[in-house]
């Protein structure tokens, strides 16, 4: 008798229902946890993260309702083409990250969580915005190269929503949702902005892809040719012990606040903290004329991608303990991801597919998240989340109003994390150029640049090679249909 097929069981609730069987107790011991795909870790890997393996410590998503307090300041730091498995605590076997897995270690680590694309911009776009990129034209460009798109100053935006809910502002690091003169996080909601337009510049000389000069305080060009990781590190952990400055009477500002830490590391080129003589030749070329030669295609290692990695890692480390030094870390919502899947340095197994594809390995990214008085530590959630669903969250749980006029494409997950209620059913849905995805439960519907359909069960495949179309004829067009539903809504790309 064949085997009955996962589609009898409503495709929206799967996802809910493996977690709650698979990795309630962890009951299956190593055999079962490594059989089972979306782990984030390869059993027995260095560096194996707690929750796959019984008994050592992380534990299946628990909300702990009942509990209460201030609205939280929000933390939210991205790094840049971070690959799936480029964290110890997602299993990669060389790097070490001591201080992101001990915020997993505090938090909720996230092992089904995904990019809101493929590549920089357009991730940007949806969490600024809650919306899926194609919805706004800045959005098509992925990502942005030039100046004639961005990110409209009269969108509503993360920051525009909390600041009138009367949190203050701050972008550190990476924009990269459009150029001056017309576009700006100033203009998008930002009180104040420190960092790059751009999608990429040099370390050292801040020279971006055009070869423009590129560090920025506010609208203004600011000179500083240290390494970038440690600028924006700096100006991070001073903004941080500034917000927690009592003033004579011994109090602390009663306004929350809203940081995102944009870092451009580990994305090319591949420079480490003390490069310099490798900083200079690119410099060279870029300043010849040479097309690409920030691109970096003749340069770095596996060595030199590890050492961008830690240095990241101990950037946050120092970060997270001016906050904690501040005495603001038990009311800080600390989230921590990739803006999209890894390069050709990273590490991204057992996924496929790397940045810029809609494969796992393109969008499935690290994601955690620490709040110390509201979420318990040492906790693993399994459910798929995306970007534009922590728009919806942070609105919430900050007590701020989407724009009637803009809603929402994600789904907040403060019932989820807070209240112990079950995630709404949903599609996870994403689009670039020649590719289309759609996750409902544990399935993916999934078309590449070769226009096939493809339908995975990635929960149990999350490498994406069983092509489960053949015989899921149904559920693939049902999964196809609510693609295309979607896809009719947003803006067409532009020809050519």
């Keep these: 008798m064949p085997e009955k097929s996962d589609s009898s069981v409503p495709a929206s609730s799967a996802g809910n229902l493996l977690s709650r069987r698979a990795f309630g107790g962890l009951a299956g011991g190593v055999g079962a946890a490594a059989a089972v795909g979306g782990l984030g870790t390869v059993a027995g890997a260095p560096g194996a993260a707690a929750a796959e393996l019984p008994g050592t410590g992380e534990r299946a998503f628990r909300a702990a309702p009942g509990r209460h ?40 680590r996230f092992t089904q969580a995904y990019a809101g694309s493929a590549t920089c911009s357009p991730t940007r776009f949806s969490l600024y915005t809650g919306r899926y990129p194609g919805r706004t034209k800045g959005g098509l460009a992925e990502p942005i190269a030039d100046k004639s798109v961005g990110l409209a100053p009269g969108h509503p935006t993360l920051a525009s929503l909390l600041r009138d809910a009367g949190y203050t502002t701050a ?30 510049l040099e370390y050292y000389s801040k020279l971006g892809l055009a070869g423009e000069y590129d560090l920025y305080e506010g609208d203004a060009q600011y000179k500083d040719l240290r390494y970038y990781t440690r600028i924006i590190t700096e100006r991070a952990v ?37 490069d310099e003589e490798e900083s200079a030749k690119i410099v060279r070329r870029i300043k010849a004329g040479e097309p690409g030669a920030l691109w970096h295609q003749d340069g770095g290692s596996l060595a030199k991608y590890r050492e961008m990695v830690e240095d990241l890692d101990r950037s946050v480390g120092e970060v997270l303990a001016a906050l904690k030094h501040s005495g603001q870390e038990e009311d800080t919502l600390v989230f921590f991801a990739s803006d999209n899947g890894g390069e050709r340095w990273s590490y991204n197994w057992p996924l496929s ?20 008085s509201r979420l318990d530590g040492g906790q693993v959630s399994h459910e798929p989340v995306f970007t534009p669903d922590w728009t919806a969250t942070l609105l ?14 994600g789904t907040s997950l403060a019932g989820y994390l807070l209240r112990g209620e079950r995630l709404a059913e949903r599609d996870l849905f994403w689009r670039v150029r020649g590719e289309r995805a759609l996750r409902r439960g544990d399935w993916k519907y999934y078309r590449g640049k070769d226009g096939t359909d493809r339908l995975f069960h990635v929960t149990h495949d999350p490498r994406e090679q069983a092509d489960k179309a053949a015989v899921e004829k149904q559920l693939l067009g049902r999964l196809r249909a609510a693609w295309e ?4 809504d947003l803006l067409p790309y532009p020809k050519g």
Excluded: M
Excluded at 355 to 368: C, D, F, N, Y
Excluded at 399 to 407: H, K
């Design 69 to 108: 307090s201030r609205r939280p300041n929000i933390l939210f730091i991205l790094g840049d083409d971070l690959g799936w498995a480029d964290l110890s605590s997602y299993g990669s076997p060389d790097i070490r990250t001591p201080h992101l897995d001990r915020l997993a270690r505090q938090g909720v």
């Design 171 to 200: 972008l550190i690091g990476k924009w990269h949702c459009g150029y001056l003169p017309d576009y700006s996080p100033t203009k998008s909601g930002w009180d104040t902005f420190f960092g790059n337009f751009g999608g990429a």
């Design 238 to 274: 001073g903004h941080l012990t500034e917000a927690g400055r009592r003033d004579g009477a011994g109090r602390r500002p009663d306004r929350p606040w809203l940081l995102n830490l944009n870092f451009t590391t580990p994305h090319w080129p591949w420079i480490a903290d003390g």
């Design 353 to 372: 597919g790397n940045k810029a594809s809609l494969q796992e390995g393109g969008i499935r990214v690290p994601t955690i998240v620490r709040w110390p």
């Design 396 to 409: 919430e749980v900050a007590g701020a109003r989407p724009d009637r006029a803009y809603p929402l494409d």
């Design 485 to 488: 539903a979607v896809d009719k």
